[in-house]
């Protein structure tokens, strides 16, 4: 079983090299949906230059060799030069039906799996989880989900900001209200007000800000009563951050926690090793590095910070721990981290370093995947009417209670309501930002994500429910079709090259760190279902045409399902 699309790509450059020589059996054949065919080659176009030839000759000359009888139906030169390519219904059906036995859907384990760290979520217990945070959240889950399913050993990184300066002013501000009132507030998710409250007296009090400033080079140098009061605040953070991740069913839990604190104890051999390989010397009393092609404005060479002139660590040095750590210890292939694009600039610093120091090489792919701004429909940062900034879990019971008014006529029962109303407002909400290039920003709006038609979370669950809800109707259990697949209609065949592409889909996914790559596949995959379930009755046709569409649609819903697992998306059973 193989995508189609690939076979057919195979097999035109296979044809393309016996017709013009070896050395074009590496181009790229071009092959596009076509409107005319299910597919077209392209590929004698591009080439006609090069080649000195006219593109319908050489397009001629594919065709001529290309001896796919057992694949094609029809193969065709059309217009300036296109190879028009139409499956056979048969082959196609015998390539679908495959999927009915295939647990795992076409998607096979990689062929050379890697260990892989992944950093994402990352949050700063001393400011509020905001909403940049639910998209290297659930974003860097889905890669982490993909990952794992074709078979990669994956270590989940949460790099919790959880030590600098503030932590100084944020224990003192803890020691005065009381540990009690302090434990509530943060447990409860109100950073921001604590935050807040302790940079207020910071400012105004010169007193607080002393003692604030003393407190931090206690807790620096190990001071066993700030570590303790420190601990307060990271454990009752971590609550925060850990109901957030159960209610979206994110998979990260404390044991993936490598918060900044972790790498303290490697920060001065990481300096020594630098200094002493040259790779960090001596600026104005910094340690710091200069990557080569790293200049500021007036093309003065950019320091990387790696010890600071009072002898402070900051977050440079310990990403560069980390960074030695994951492929040193860890032994990671391939390192990927879901962060803000403001911090391009840092990681492309990161990763040139890493690479003078030996640490990075040639065989380990080091990546920023970039995370866009979300903002409010003003198109500025999200924020409340009073101008704060969006606690992460009013967001989510918003997309709850939203999604509860939606389909509150459908289910009067408020316990069957609320649970579907939970999948349908959390798949909403992940869905809206999974469906987006992970780099662009994005317009958060509930009317948008909620709807259920268009590119959304629920159009895509509703069409598991509804396939769901065929197989009731039948009284047939959708893991026990046994009928082989038949292609008739139009619809069916739409249908089945869009299962067969579910593997590619998984791929690309996984190699450019873009879950909207599978988002999109899944609802091209639920619109094709969509299309089918109007034009093609299933328990109202004959027998024979009745069981391959039940054979269709169960693979159509096994597919679905298993995508939707992979975004970290419920499909509930009815909606
Ligand atoms: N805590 C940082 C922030 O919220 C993100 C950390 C990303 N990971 C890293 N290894 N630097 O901006």
Redesign the pocket.
Known sequence: MADPREVLAARVSAALAAAVGAEYAHEDPVIRPSTFADFQSNVALGLAKRLGRPPREIAAAIVANLGADDICASVEVSGPGFVNLRLRDDWLAAQADTLRTDPRLGVPVASHTRTVVV?YS???VAKEMHVG?LRTTVVGDVVVRVLEHLGHKVVRAN?L?DWGTQFGMLIEHLVEVGEETARRQLSAGDINAFYQAARAKFDSDPAFAERSRRRVVALQSGDEPSLRLWRILIEDSKQYYNTIYRRLGVTLTDADLAPESFYNPMLAEVCDELQQSGVAVISDGALCAFPAGFTSRDGEPLPMIVRKSDGGYG?GTT?LA?IRYRICELGATRLI?F??AE?SLHFQMLFAVARQAGWLTDQISAEHAVIGLVSGTDRKRLRTRSGESVKLITLIDEAVDRAERVIADRYPDPAVRHEIAQAVGIGALKYGDLSVARASGYVFDFDRMLALTGDTGPYLQYAAARLRSIFRRAQVDPDLVSAPLGLTARAERALALLLLRFGSAVRQTSDSAEPHLLAGYLFELASAFTTFYEECPVLKATAQVRDSRLTLCAITLRVLTAGLDLLGIPAPDRM
């Open positions: 950093d990352s949050p700063n945070h790099h900001g977050y990403d980390a981290y962060v803000a911090q």
